[in-house]
């Protein structure tokens, strides 16, 4: 034992004398390059004294990294996330200053603005040679993921055994639809899950099945998410609602709806979601009843220690090295995305929305930051030995809403994406339990252009035309739905902005007219039921022939007095949804499901008085989105109806042969099954007494249990060869 020791302590200190080796090195490199960078004396000085100079710089600059930073970072915890991103390469800096005045006879001096560079320059090379050696030693890299894992689990209660039973993480791919996944696939984009399917070109046999699954009409991230962590999805008409009784505008990506939503689909279950024993919940709109959580939008809304929201923020940028790495990765997407727009509008590319403003700075958070954030918080909770992990990487999703569902920008964010499923995969090798990696999406997107680009006019105007309301002479532009906006939103502490659409009118008596993706929902105020389609032709007689007639809408759901719910399309085209039509008439060319999903929606209590579906191609796939996205979902038509659930073959089938996976309540039920299948192994054997769940997990009391240093510096640099 004492040899091990000894041998495990030489190995440490060697690693830790190369990695001040290499930072003495930079140093030396940078004072040679920089002019407002010295390490000797105004007299000059020998090789060998700069070189010690260098030396004692570099080491002070590493302790106080390893013991100030994580203080600092913790004392402005409460700063907006982003803000502490762009604050860490002036900290650095300030540390980088404070390590030259450490040096004897003032022999280190830098500029402000200097120090900035060479500390960022220092963390990342430090960080580098640390992950590299680290992965070199496959010993030492296995030793020091189980000392993580140990470390942690020394937290929990005493006398509790090690994890028996695996445990699952599930990973959503925001928006990435079944078909976007193949062809990624089929193009070498993902080799991490061509592996998983067997289709690597490496070859191997699979350890994954692909099952597609069919979303509800509301084919959006608040309704599926909500569906697959709470077990309930009803009442979530579209992404954005008008509730009658209460006035009040219900947003799926505001924090205040969420908490509301998530609150009604526990009340309506009686359980409080998937996550219960211990889970984690990360970078999700709720919790799934999750102890841990980071970045979930349902509690951002909460102030105070209770909110853990942003606690993965610091276990994230407590390492300078994750902080720069990421600052820098920032930075170089913003670039990335006004390169590519700008090559948009010089191809003159249609369609194209506009992606000015904010937009590159909102991008580079959903595809840098927060995925750099979830994916270590993820490795923390496998190091922990979490039994039940989800987590939601928005990256593709909001690119595709500016971009397109398919084409150079998003084939880019996948690729990004694959990487971080290989290092999951590869710390899923060193986890203190093994761990089963199942890999989702919570809907699709389909492409087609905006309906104000082909038509000249909003939704919104042609309501109110229909309603005999003055139209304003040029279209405004409709409020775009992306959950990152939202998210960014939060982690700034500001409060979710509203769009023209979605506050109260002035006049009680106009519509509300809102929009998620290509499903358009028009509600009068004045009126507290729903209204019929009797009342609403005694009110605006011209309103639903223009509506249904229009060549931009695909039918209409509304409710008749006489006969229930009736979808109407054009030339007169009438479908009495309480009658099991023969004929789908408008709904026929919206795939398999499209019935069962407008009457399901019809019953939920706070259905608009009308809801508009847009047009839809069924040859080329296409919508038309009543919101800025030329790459969108919220209705039916296409691929945003189309997700997938990729899961290990030790799990037992979603559905039977022959069945589909139909709906988010559906996938809730499947997920659930499959933790339980995770318990069995603890199941007792005849007269032992029953092993209760969390008797076999240990629990963290970290801020989010994210570990730091090396295995959180290579989130965007995983070696190839390990994916294989």
């Keep these: 034992m004492g ?43 020998s090789a060998t004294r700069i070189a010690v100079t260098a030396a004692w710089g570099a080491g002070a600059f590493g302790l106080l990294s390893a013991l100030v930073w994580p203080l600092l970072v913790r004392a402005l915890l409460l700063v907006p996330a982003l803000v502490l991103g762009l604050l860490a390469f002036f900290l650095n800096g300030s540390l980088l200053l404070l390590a030259l005045s450490l040096i004897p006879e003032d022999r280190g001096e830098a500029g402000a603005e200097t120090a900035v560079v060479v500390a960022a320059a220092m963390s990342a090379v430090a960080s580098a040679a640390g992950g590299a050696l680290a992965v070199r030693d496959d010993d030492a890299y296995r030793r020091r993921l189980y000392r993580l894992a140990d470390r942690r689990r020394r937290r929990g209660t005493p006398g509790q055994p090690g994890p028996i039973a695996p445990g699952t993480v599930f990973i959503q791919l925001d928006g990435v639809g079944h078909d976007v996944l193949t062809a990624a696939v089929t193009k070498g984009l993902m080799p991490t899950v061509a592996r998983w399917l067997g289709q690597s070109p490496a070859g191997g046999l699979p350890t994954h099945r692909l099952t597609p699954w069919r979303t509800d009409w509301s084919s959006q991230t608040g309704a599926s998410q909500l569906g697959i962590l709470h077990g309930s999805n009803f009442d979530v008409p579209a992404f954005r609602w008008y509730e009658k009784d209460t006035g009040e505008v219900m947003v799926s990506n505001r924090p205040a709806s969420a908490v509301e939503l998530q609150r009604r689909a526990v009340r309506r279950t009686g359980d409080s979601g998937l996550l219960t024993v211990d889970g984690a919940s990360r970078g999700n709109l709720f919790s799934g009843g999750a102890g841990q959580l980071a970045l979930v939008l349902s509690v951002a809304a909460r102030r105070g220690k209770e909110n853990r929201s942003r606690a993965g923020y610091f276990a994230y940028f407590s390492d300078p090295a994750n902080a720069v790495r990421t600052a820098l990765s920032f930075v170089a997407e913003v670039f990335r995305e006004i390169g590519e727009s700008t090559r948009a509008r010089v191809e003159r590319r249609r369609p194209r929305v506009g992606r000015g403003g904010l937009y590159p700075f909102i991008r580079a958070f959903a595809t840098v930051v927060e995925r750099d954030v979830v994916v270590a918080a993820v490795i923390g909770d496998m190091l922990a030995g979490r039994s039940a992990v989800y987590a939601d990487l928005v990256a593709y999703d909001e690119v595709a809403h500016h971009s397109g569902p398919t084409g150079r920008d998003v084939e880019k964010v996948l690729r990004r994406l694959d990487r971080s499923l290989a290092l999951l995969a590869q710390v899923a090798e060193h986890a203190p339990r093994a761990y089963r990696i199942v890999l989702l999406s919570d809907h699709g997107q389909s492409p087609g252009e905006t309906f104000r680009a082909r038509y000249g006019l909003t939704l919104a105007d042609l309501v109110r035309a229909g309603c005999g309301l003055p139209v304003p002479r040029r279209a405004q532009r409709t409020h775009s739905g992306a959950e990152a906006r939202a998210a960014v939103r939060a982690a700034l502490r500001r409060p979710v902005e509203e769009g023209a659409d979605e506050r109260r009118p002035v006049r009680r008596a106009e519509p509300i007219v ?90 939920f209590p706070h259905t608009a008085d009308i809801m508009v579906n847009s047009w839809y191609d069924p040859q080329d796939g296409e919508v038309l989105a009543f919101e ?74 970290s801020p989010s249990g994210a570990p730091t240093g090396a295995a959180l510096a290579v989130v965007d640099h995983a070696p190839q060869d390990k994916t294989r």
């Design 514 to 603: 809102l929009a998620s993706g290509n499903l358009g929902l028009v509600s009068f105020p004045d009126v507290r039921h729903r209204m019929t389609r009797e009342e609403i032709d005694r009110r605006h007689p011209a309103l639903l022939p223009t509506l249904a007639n229009h060549p931009g809408i695909g039918f209409l759901l509304v409710r008749s007095a006489e006969r229930g719910p009736l979808v109407l399309g054009a030339r007169g085209a009438e479908v009495y949804l309480d009658e099991d039509p023969t004929d789908l008439g408008p709904l026929a060319d919206f795939g398999p499901g499209a019935l069962e999903a407008v009457r399901r929606t019809d019953g």
């Design 628 to 701: 800025e996205q030329i790459g969108s979902h919220g209705g039916l038509g296409g691929a945003q109806s189309r997700p997938f659930l990729l899961s290990p073959l030790v799990l037992s089938d979603p559905v039977a042969d022959g069945e589909e996976l139909v709906g988010a309540e559906h996938v809730h039920r499947v997920l659930r099954r499959w933790l339980g299948e995770a318990l069995e192994p603890l199941m007792p054997v005849t007269g032992a007494a029953p092993l209760p769940a969390e008797a076999s997990i240990p629990v963290d009391d």
């Design 3 to 45: 040899r091990g020791r000894w041998r495990k302590a030489g190995s440490a200190l060697w690693r830790v004398v190369a990695v001040w080796a290499v930072s003495t090195l930079t140093m030396l490199v940078l004072a040679g390059i920089l002019p407002d960078f010295k390490l000797q004396s105004d007299d000059g000085d």
